[in-house]
Every structure is written in structure tokens, then in C-alpha cells.
């Protein structure tokens, strides 16, 4: 039985680091990718800007080289923004979509190429329930994520019949790295999330991970195509206000 090829980017930290452990106890060859070459033993770990698509078309040259194939690719890697609407420079915009809206596109492009070819293939985007809502001083973000939601769908309509099927995972707050340096900044804190989410705690990685699996084995989810699942406790259900919530513990 020839073994998947799972590619994972953002890889070195967070959601991309349990992704990647979760994809390999799951029997996949797992690919690598992040800013740095990431620390996680994978199959093959490369370092590179998924906004860049000179590294993309590297990246997928190596993938090519080495393994002949891709069945699973994860669009992990991201960047946060807490900044007024007024006050985010041109300059932290294009930052911020360049990373999580283009990379995506320029990743889902490149393998998406060989998927089609092959007639079989998952993508899965890590989106956020800031794809599905808005959040104040998260113009930026938001607006790359909602969009990533566009692209899903929009992939997931174009490919799906010609076997390659796009979906997005939508997490709340995660407890990463991304977390304590968006925290450090002031803009929030963990009582703010626990007391936001019907079931009272933050996501964990393996939250993620989990619903990352689902949707890129076909035995499980051959018939899923162009969803955003929410992976949020609850969070984009409950249109309740807080004191309410709280009252119910």
C-alpha cells in the first residue's frame, strides 16, 4: 500500500506542530514547511515564505522529487494582527493577506496541479472563526480569513468533481504561541475567551488536529467538500450575552 504525502505548513509551532504529529501517527509521510526549517521530525523539512512563490514552486519541486505525489495539503501558516482599523499601516495589511490568503492560493495552485492530475486530493485551510465573524482591531486578520472561506469554497466548487476536495477548518482561540504573543500586546485576556465559549475553555492543538484528520481522509469524509467547520466550542452558536453565559456555570 503506497503511503499518503501529507504537506503541512506553518509547521514549526502551534496548530502546524500537532497537525503534523497527528497526520504522521495517522500513517502519512509528512512534509514540513515554516519561515525556519521546523524542529519536528518530519519526512522531508523545508524552510521557506509560503507568500513567496518562488519557495512554493521549490517546495513543491522538492515534494515532486522526492515522493512522486501529494495527497493532503494543510494551509496552516499564518500571521495575527490586534491593531485599530485606523491605525494598521499598508504596509501590516499586505503582511497579513500576503500570508494567509496569497500563500494559501499560491500552495493550493502549485499542488492543487498535481492533485488534479492524480483525479484525488485534500486541502484543508486553517481558517478561524474570524472567517465567519467580525472582531474589533482584527481588520486585517479577519478580512484574510473570511476570504480564505472564499477561496475554500470556490476551490471546492471548481475541483470537486474532478476529485480534489477544498475545506477549512474554523478554530476559536487557541492556547500557542500565537495566543501568549497576541496576549502580551493587551488586547485580551484568558478570562475574556473562557467566558466567550459555551464550553468554557480555550481549543487545544489536538482540537485542531482531529478535525484536520477528518477532513483530509477520504474514508471519512469522501462527501465533505466546501465546508468551514467551526472547531469552537461553541462559540459562533452562542449569540447570548456574557453575563448570561456566565450565570449558567
Not at 513567496?52 to 505525489?69: I, K, M, S, W, Y
Not at 474570524?130 to 475541483?159: N, P, V
Request: with cysteine; hydrophobic share 45%; charged share 20%.
Amino acid at each position: 500500500m503506497t503511503t499518503p504525502v501529507a504537506v503541512i505548513t506553518g509547521a514549526a509551532q502551534g496548530i502546524g506542530r500537532q497537525v503534523a504529529r497527528t497526520l504522521a501517527e495517522r500513517g502519512y509521510a509528512t512534509v514540513l514547511t515554516d519561515l525556519r526549517e521546523p524542529e519536528e521530525s518530519g519526512a522531508l523539512t523545508v524552510a521557506g515564505d509560503v507568500s513567496n512563490p518562488e519557495d512554493v514552486a521549490a517546495l513543491a519541486r522538492r515534494v515532486r522529487d522526492e515522493f512522486g505525489r501529494v495527497d493532503v495539503l494543510v494551509n496552516n501558516a499564518g500571521v495575527s494582527l490586534l491593531q485599530p482599523a485606523e491605525e494598521t499601516t499598508v504596509e501590516q495589511w499586505r503582511r497579513v493577506l500576503e500570508v494567509n490568503l496569497t500563500g494559501p492560493f499560491l500552495l493550493s495552485q502549485e499542488f492543487g496541479r498535481d492533485m488534479l492530475a492524480a483525479g484525488a486530493g485534500s486541502i484543508v485551510n486553517i481558517a478561524s472563526v474570524a472567517g465567519l465573524q467580525g472582531f474589533s482591531d482584527r481588520a486585517a486578520y479577519s478580512t484574510s480569513k473570511h476570504g480564505l472561506i472564499g477561496l475554500t469554497r470556490s476551490l471546492a466548487a471548481e475541483w470537486g468533481g474532478r476529485g480534489v476536495r477544498v475545506n477549512a477548518v474554523c478554530p476559536a482561540w487557541v492556547k500557542t504561541e500565537m495566543d501568549v504573543a497576541d496576549q502580551a500586546d493587551g488586547g485580551y485576556t484568558d478570562d475574556d475567551i473562557v467566558g466567550q465559549v459555551p464550553m468554557a475553555r480555550f481549543a487545544a492543538p489536538g482540537d485542531i488536529a482531529s478535525a484536520v484528520a477528518f477532513l483530509a481522509d477520504p474514508a471519512l469524509s469522501g462527501y465533505i467538500n466546501g465546508v468551514a467547520l467551526p472547531v469552537d466550542g461553541g462559540w459562533t452558536s452562542d449569540g447570548s450575552w456574557t453575563s448570561l453565559r456566565l450565570r449558567k456555570r
